[in-house]
């Protein structure tokens, strides 16, 4: 078997085994998706239901509540495999750790980063989102959602064994500019102007991420095991 | 030559000699850093000419400036030292980060209180959300993160690593954050100091600015030096060294 094709096995083994083991687990994949929609609900009960008021900030709020639980869901992508060992068992399994930390990344995205689209279609009649701004919400979701699980590995990776809210005070600050980018996105394309600018912000970063926060995370998952 | 200077560089990252080193210098380099720091702060305070626009309230400059340029320099060096601490295992290059990081936090916070106390006579207001009161804001966040995220691990050696990782991933972020952050329209004055132009203000209240910050430079390094020395000390406990140290302090 070539050097290529064994990479490739231990990519899919690796994504194999976290999907179908959240899969098992109805927990992984609900609970950031009811999170994301409680806080969604919580913002028209604290601000009042006007219609025009709510749609004004409804691509804030939606993306808010999308950074929230996204990055509060991060625990379960490094804890549970570092409490049974099998973090251990991986890492001296000797296969490369870069292409573990992508594919649980992957895996999380998958799992907890994709149904969050979903749940914002729901609460885009929720906050009654303006019309025509569904695409540009959809695509700026599914490439911040992205960065935002790799951002969330990195944090998890260096608070392995300790609470979330540690990770997210680390990790929130760092992802400021996913979220101005993402809501600039959907604010341009309201007022009519070309939003794609935006979106090619968000795709470099996305370029320097995947191998960038990738490696950050590998070296923060051997801190751990020194 | 260059083995001379790399056997130097390598004898003071060894804490026994870097502690004999700071101990000689810290003396009179505090002495001369209080010097610095009173004469500009008295100088500025005291006899600078007062703004035509502002009045006096501008005199907050001479601690507002300087605590700002030192708050996003501090994290700088934090990352330079972790980028150390990460591929060379330097101790030393982990405690400096350890030391740095509560200074810098604490500059931070100084430039913001002090902005804040600014805006309110001349902007009517505490706080604006302008793109570099927003950027000072989250380095504040960011400095939280790191002492809160080595603080939190038990073993020393591993927090110094972890920190010094996510304050490099920092650094590369950091120009993303400001770049996006500048989306907004900005109420700040534009910078006060630029390396390309002349000064916009007037050498009397320039020049007093300028030793300020040179000033707060120099405070800067003698805390640091301070701190390490304690941090040196706490760490090396169980070293002979330290306990002949220590033994020699009793007697004497």
């Known amino acids: 078997m070539s050097e290529k094709n064994t990479l490739f096995n231990w990519f899919m083994l690796v994504l194999k085994r976290d999907l179908v083991l959240s899969f098992k687990k109805i927990a992984t994949f609900m609970v950031p998706l009811v999170f994301f929609l409680i806080v ?3 913002f028209p009960l604290a601000l009042g239901t006007e219609g025009s008021f709510l749609s004004t900030l409804s691509s804030g709020v939606i993306w808010v509540a999308a950074l929230l639980a996204s990055l509060l869901a991060v625990e379960s992508i490094f804890n549970e495999d570092y409490r049974d060992g099998t973090l251990d068992q991986f890492l001296i399994s000797g296969e490369p750790t870069f292409i573990l930390v992508l594919a649980k990344v992957l895996a999380h995205w998958l799992v907890t980063g994709a149904p969050l689209l979903l749940a914002s279609l729901i609460s885009t009649f929720f906050l009654y989102l303006p019309e025509g701004l569904l695409f540009p919400l959809l695509i700026s979701l599914l490439m911040g959602t992205f960065l935002l699980s790799l951002l969330g590995a ?7 064994g300790k609470t979330a809210i540690l990770s997210a005070v680390i990790v929130l600050p760092l992802s400021v500019p996913i979220l101005i980018l993402g809501v600039a996105v959907i604010t341009s394309a309201l007022n009519g102007q070309d939003f794609f600018s935006y979106l090619y912000f968000l795709g470099a970063m996305l370029a320097i991420g995947i191998p960038g926060l990738c490696l950050a995370t590998t070296e923060a998952i051997f801190i751990n095991y020194d | ?8 560089l390598i004898s003071l990252g060894s804490p026994p000699l870097f502690f004999k080193w700071a101990s000689k210098v810290l003396p009179w380099f505090f002495s001369i850093s209080i010097l610095i720091l009173f ?4 100088w500025g305070i005291g006899f600078a000419p007062t703004d035509y626009k502002q009045g006096d309230v501008y005199r907050i400059i001479f601690i507002h400036v300087p605590s700002a340029i030192l708050g996003q320099s501090i994290y700088l060096m934090m990352a330079i030292f972790g980028f150390i601490c990460l591929i060379w295992r330097a101790k030393l290059a982990g405690m400096f980060l350890r030391s740095a990081a509560p200074i810098g936090a604490s500059f931070t916070l100084i430039a913001l209180v002090s902005g804040a106390v600014w805006g309110k006579p001349t902007w009517g207001t505490w706080w604006v959300w302008d793109a570099r ?3 000072t804001l989250i380095l504040f966040f960011l ?6 995220l080595y603080s939190s691990i038990d073993n020393k050696q591993k927090g110094d690593r972890a920190a010094s990782l996510i304050s490099v991933v920092g650094v590369i972020i950091i120009p993303i954050i400001k770049k996006s952050v500048d989306w907004w329209q900005t109420l700040h004055q534009p910078s006060t100091f630029t390396i390309t132009s002349a000064p916009s203000m007037t050498s009397d209240m320039y020049l007093p ?7 707060f430079y120099c405070i800067l390094f003698s805390i640091l030096l301070n701190r390490l020395r304690a941090e040196i000390l706490i760490r090396e406990r169980n070293t002979s060294w330290v306990r002949q140290f220590l033994d020699n302090q009793i007697k004497e």
Request: with cysteine.
């Open chain 1, 40 to 42: 969604i609900t919580l």
């Open chain 1, 154 to 160: 990195l944090g998890g990776a260096l608070t392995i």
């Open chain 2, 1 to 8: 030559m260059i083995n001379l200077i790399k056997k130097w």
């Open chain 2, 39 to 42: 004469t500009g702060l008295i």
């Open chain 2, 133 to 135: 009161l927003t950027s």
């Open chain 2, 143 to 148: 400095y939280v993160g790191v002492i809160s």
């Open chain 2, 209 to 215: 600015l300028l030793i300020c910050v040179i000033g």
